[in-house]
Each structure stands twice: as C-alpha cells, then as structure tokens.
C-alpha cells in the first residue's frame, strides 16, 4: 500500500513539474489550455476505464459517443432558427412521431406473430411502409430547412438554454443510444462487440457529418454560448483591469511614462483575460472530474463493484451463481458511455464550436483506449493519470521534437536536405512517440503506471 502511495505521489509530482515547466518555457496560457485538455481526455479514460476495468467490456465507439456529446451542447445552447421551425418543424415532428409509431408497431408485430412462419414478411412490410410514410414528410422538410439562408444557418438550431445544461444531456444522449446498442450487441462476443461499437460509432459520425438539419454537417456551428466570461468583455471591465494593473503594480510602477505604462497594463489585460477565461474552464472542469471519480471510487468498492469484477473475472461461475451477467454489462456499458458523452459535451463547450469533421477514430479512440492502458485498468487514477501522460505528451511531442532536432543538426546547414527532411517529420514524430510510450509501459509496467487496487473485505 505504502508504494502505492509512493506511485501516486510521484506521478502527482510529475505531472504537476512538466505543466510548470511548459508555463515557464512555453506559455502559461499553453500550460492551462494542456491541461484542460488532459481533465476532458481523463474523464473519457474514466469512462472506458468503467466499462473495461469494472466490467471487462471492451468498447471501441468511444467517437460515437464523444460526438452526442458535443450535439447535445448544439441542441441545448444553440438558438432556435425560428424560420426553420416554421417551414419544416411541423414535418420533421410528424417524421419523428412515424418513426416512433413504426417501432412500436413493429414491436408488437413481433409478439403477437412470435410462432408464426410469415412473422419475418409481416414485419418487413411494416417497415417499409413506415419507411415510405416518413421520407414524404422528412424528405421536404430537410430541403426546406436546410435552404435557409446555409451560409450561417440552414439548419432547426436548439433550445437556448444555458451551456451546462448541455453536459448533463451529453450524457442522457450517450447513456440511450448505448443502452440501445447494449440490448442489441452485449450478448456478442468481445471481437464481435468490438466492430459492432466501431461500426455504430462510423454511424452516429456519419449522421453527424451529412445531416444538415440537426448540426449543419462539414459546414460546423459556430458561436456556442460559454459558461464563463468572454474575453473581450473581461478586456473593457473596470474590476478586471484594477486586478490585473494590482497583480503587476510592481512592473508598472517601473514605467515612468504615461504612455508606455498604458500600452503595457493594455497588453497584460489581454493576456490576462485569455489565463482568466482558461482557468474559470479549469476551475469547471476539475469539479466535473472529482465529481465523477467520487461516484466511480464509491461504485467501484461497493457490493455492486466487486460483484462486476466477479463477472470480469469469471462470467461462468459468476453465470452459475445466479447473476444476470448481460444486465450487468448492460448498466457498466450505459454509465461508462454517460460519462464519454460528458466529456464530449465539455470539450465542445471549450473549443466554442462543434465540428464533426473533427471527429476521427484516432483521438477519440485509439489516443483513450492508451490512456486506459499506461495509466492502469481497473483503477480510476490510473485511468485520470493515463489521461494526463498521453494528451501531454501528445501534445508536446511535436515542439520537444523540433527543439531535439535543432539541437542535433545545429552544425548542418539551414538548406540541408536531412535536416529538412526531418522538420518537416515532426509531426509524425508524435506517432512514433506514442508508440515508444506505449511499448515502455507494456514492457516495465503491463498494470499500467498504477495498478488496480483490489481491497479485501
């Protein structure tokens, strides 16, 4: 236990080290921006740390999820486009209502025929005349909606409402769509369940993409509401300037000139601004991780906790003690994919716009699945730590990179075709990093940097 505690320790000392570093080397606003990043990237890790650290579960439509999540704060924040609404909202909502009929028919069609040899034909001609009713009205609404005026909108916009309201929806959106796929695909085999999420996830991005009418597809939403003041206005506040001209008193007392000293306070109340903004995010996003990694410590170390690493462990004999292991998995899957779409609703909500083309299998799932690996599967500081050393070092492996080959070719000279050749590498030489990480970590620490911690009780 005790070099348990050493581990963590050490871990917490570097971590916090290398971001200090990169605020005196680099920027403070770089440092925090890393770091905002590295809290969004670790509540993702937690969220596929519950599925297949708790569980076992091994889920590869983390971008699906991610990308409700960042829907959610469109649908949510966005200000309804009153004009869509009137020349299409009344047929997609009977677009909506045949759609939900069609599923219900087709339910009961499918108990009611349960024995019968024609069950298969009778369900398929419900389907398709579900299908046909829905495209007559769906079909004229999306062309109309999306007519308007698609430069800037062209598309229904959302309710209006408060950003963070967004965050708790994100999750609502991930938890239903995986509950959906959960009673669909949970009774597949781990390779099985692993290209169905992929190919539900290619799915939801696909929509996501070329569906004009929910999220404006490739053209992106801009102009997202924050949950935290806008530079600009921190930039014309009185209160604001007084802290920042208070904070470097002694800078500005140096400054005899009037001038000078005005266009110096101008300029640290810009930079200030910035580091304001990127730490109220900062402030946010830390309650949001504590928040969960309390829940996910409290569920993990509970009788439902240890009876899911029963089944991790062991599925026949847990099976063969009376537990319903596919319900089991069913609710580890929804709350880990509840958590992913979180996270996705955060990282929308900071960046301020939602762009789906953005959306690729390797950050958001390759970059988290190696999160969960080096940080150490089946402990969620593990899993917060992972998050932390692989968005760091996927983010500074391109300047080290640079600064490193610099150093090395300093003797060659500025037109050498090696040297060239290996600036304009740099980077990919984050891949090769990665890798480097990931085979070190397997190799000295195939835990992960912090391993689970299993209490006896």
Not at 8 to 30: D, H, N, P
Not at 139 to 166: H, K, M, Q, T, W
Not at 242 to 267: G, T
């Amino acid at each position: 236990m005790i070099n348990k505690n050493i581990s963590e320790l050490l871990s917490l000392f570097i971590m916090i080290t290398l971001f200090l570093l990169v605020g005196f080397i680099q920027s403070w606003s770089m440092s925090i921006t890393i770091l905002n990043m590295c809290i969004i990237s670790a509540i993702m890790s937690m969220g596929i740390n519950i599925q297949w650290g708790y569980a076992g579960i091994f889920n590869v439509g983390i971008m699906g999820f991610t990308g409700l999540g960042g829907l959610a704060t469109v649908l949510v924040s966005y200000s309804p486009v009153h004009e869509a609404w009137r020349v299409g909202g009344f047929g997609m909502i009977i677009s909506l209502f045949l759609l939900i009929l069609t599923v219900v028919i087709v339910f009961f069609l499918n108990r009611i025929y349960k024995n019968n040899k024609y069950k298969y034909l009778i369900i398929s001609l419900a389907i398709i005349v579900g299908l046909v009713l829905i495209n007559y009205f769906y079909r004229p609404s999306v062309l109309a909606i999306e007519d308007v005026n698609p430069a800037i909108s062209g598309f229904l916009g959302g309710l209006g409402l408060p950003i963070l309201f967004s965050w708790i929806v994100g999750g609502l959106f991930a938890a239903g769509v995986a509950f959906i796929i959960g009673k669909i695909a949970l009774g597949l085999r781990s390779d099985y369940l692993a290209i169905a999420t992929l190919g539900i996830s290619e799915v939801i991005i696909a929509v996501l993409k070329h569906e004009d009418w929910l999220s404006r597809g490739v053209k992106n939403v801009i102009g997202l509401k924050r949950p935290v003041p806008y530079e600009i206005d921190l930039q014309a506040s009185e209160w604001f300037i007084s802290f920042i001209s208070y904070l470097h008193s002694a800078k500005l007392s140096k400054i005899s000139e009037v001038l000078e000293r005005q266009k110096v306070l101008d300029q640290l109340v810009i930079e200030g601004s910035t580091i304001f903004v990127k730490i109220s995010y900062l402030i946010l996003f830390t309650i949001v991780l504590l928040f969960i990694l309390y829940l996910a410590n409290k569920a993990q170390f509970s009788p439902w906790g240890r009876m899911m690493r029963a089944i991790r462990d062991n599925e026949i004999s847990a099976n063969a003690m009376g537990k319903n292991v596919v319900k089991r998995h069913l609710q580890v899957f929804v709350i880990g994919s509840a958590v992913v779409g979180i996270a996705g609703a955060m990282m929308v909500t900071q960046n301020g716009l939602f762009t789906p083309s953005s959306y690729l299998p390797l950050r958001y799932t390759f970059l988290i699945w190696v999160m969960v690996i080096v940080g150490g599967s089946g402990n969620n500081l593990g899993s917060i730590l992972g998050g932390f050393i692989v968005w760091f070092t996927w983010i500074e492996a391109a300047p080290v990179s640079l600064y490193l080959i610099e150093i090395f070719t300093s003797g060659l000279d500025e037109n050498n075709s090696f040297k060239l050749h290996l600036v304009d590498s740099v980077p990919y030489f984050r891949f090769l990093i990665m890798g480097v990480v990931l085979l070190l970590v397997l190799r000295y620490r195939p835990k992960g940097v912090l391993p689970e911690k299993v209490r006896h009780s």
